[in-house]
């Protein structure tokens, strides 16, 4: 009896010892991001995916205000407290991560192999020998509009600027609505919502991008200052008070239908697919006259890398290879319509509106935003600068050739071509 008793106290020991040896071997994966509205889509649909795959992984998902991300993020790595696992914005301020030791050179990370060198220049050095994150997807940039209202006005979708006003004249003439949603308080909204949507058909998109850069092009110059031209028309058609009108407040204005048209990110969809009661549609940025090579920005939004300091490489490489499969990507762009994948495997998406943003890439050609490479790692700093005079030039406090002239400026203060 003895004997069966001990023998039965060893086999609970042992297997309490392997229940416990088995807990112990779980790996925690912090994930820093600025996406705090993804939380629930990390929680129900990425995280199960990744786990149910790879046991004795566990993922937390620990997201900051987009606003407060750079500044906290920064704080953590250099205090030695950040994540393991770090979502990357695209171009100088993860290359800036990369240059300080905070980020992980990933080149022969084998998921890689399933992007293009443009899909990886986002988060790749000047001479893309290396690559520091993996990328997860990019966004498109056009016009959401209600298409209810234009049923009940009788409109159709623009393809040429003469057009464009002439929707918007018609929409504001009946008084229904207002013609767009869009305001300058938060600065940033005019910038990526108006210049870098507009703009790429005024430049030619990576051919003027890539000759700023080069110097070759200036800020002065007609096909800059122009798209400013544009943006001070909108002006008369963007509501009372939009000078004091927040994001939030014009993202509200399109939902509850008061406004007919909202200049776009197609990160926008998910959240106006749960809000809007209304039919939407989208339409690209119009071009000067029918016939015209088009271009849409098409941006490198968002990927992920390694923290240097985590004390799970390999496992973070698990997890980053998964993030690179196209298992994740079609999980990724189907809980975010919106957010299209950078991932070489093709995607079906069952999302109309995501389906008609993508859509563009079939006759568009993409480019990105004109101030993330290169051209902001100075101060002052273009991006911040573009979203300052963006405002300005629509609340009329400057007028497009200032706007051009003190953005050169700057940049000519810090920026030589070519060094």
């Known amino acids: 009896m003895k004997t069966n008793i001990l023998k039965g106290l060893l086999l609970a020991s042992s297997l309490l010892t392997s229940v416990s040896l088995a807990h112990a071997a779980d790996v925690t994966l912090t994930v820093e991001s600025w ?146 949603a869009m305001g300058t308080k938060d600065l940033w909204e005019a910038a990526t919502m108006g210049y870098q949507n507009i703009g790429p058909n005024y430049w030619k998109g990576e051919e003027g991008r890539k000759a700023l850069i080069a110097g070759k092009e200036k800020l002065t110059d007609a096909p800059w200052v122009d798209p400013y031209k544009e943006l001070a028309k909108w002006k008369p058609y963007l509501g009372d008070g939009f000078e004091a009108q927040g994001y939030a407040d014009s993202q509200n204005l399109f939902t509850l239908g008061k406004a007919a048209i909202y200049p776009a990110g197609s990160w926008e969809i998910a959240l106006f697919n749960t809000q809007a009661q209304f039919k939407m549609g989208a339409f690209p940025p119009p071009v000067a006259k029918a016939g015209d090579t ?65 859509s563009w890439r079939d006759n568009h050609k993409s480019t990105v935003r004109s101030t993330y490479q290169i051209l902001s790692r100075g101060t002052p700093n273009l991006e911040n600068e573009t979203w300052t005079e963006s405002a300005n030039v629509i609340n009329g406090t400057d007028t497009p050739e200032q706007a051009g002239a003190k953005l050169q400026k700057g940049l000519d203060s810090w920026y030589k071509p070519g060094k």
């Open 35 to 180: 996406r705090n509205d993804d939380l629930q889509i990390w929680q129900e649909k990425i995280i199960p995916a990744f786990e149910a795959k790879n046991p004795g992984i566990k993922i937390v998902f620990s997201p900051t205000a987009p606003t407060e991300y750079n500044a906290s993020l920064n704080a953590k790595l250099d205090a030695g407290s950040a994540g393991d696992i770090i979502t990357c914005r695209p171009f100088d301020a993860s290359l800036d991560l990369f240059n300080k030791k905070h980020l992980a050179d990933l080149t022969k990370l084998k998921g890689l192999e399933n992007f293009s060198a443009v899909a990886k220049a986002a988060w790749s050095t000047d001479d893309g020998k290396s690559t520091f994150c993996v990328p997860m997807a990019s966004v498109i940039h056009g016009f959401i509009y209600n298409k209810d209202a234009f049923d009940k006005l009788g409109l159709k979708v623009p393809t040429t600027r003469d057009e464009f006003f002439a929707v918007l004249d018609k929409i504001k003439a009946d008084g229904t609505y207002i013609p767009m």
């Open 294 to 358: 088009a271009y849409i920005s098409d941006h490198p939004d968002i990927g992920v890398g390694l923290n240097t300091k985590s004390k799970h490489q390999e496992e973070a490489k698990k997890f980053l290879d998964w993030v690179a499969s196209d298992e994740f990507a079609t999980i990724y762009a189907n809980s975010l319509p919106g957010f299209f994948s950078l991932n070489s495997h093709p995607v079906k998406m069952t999302d109309p509106l995501a389906q008609e943003f993508v």
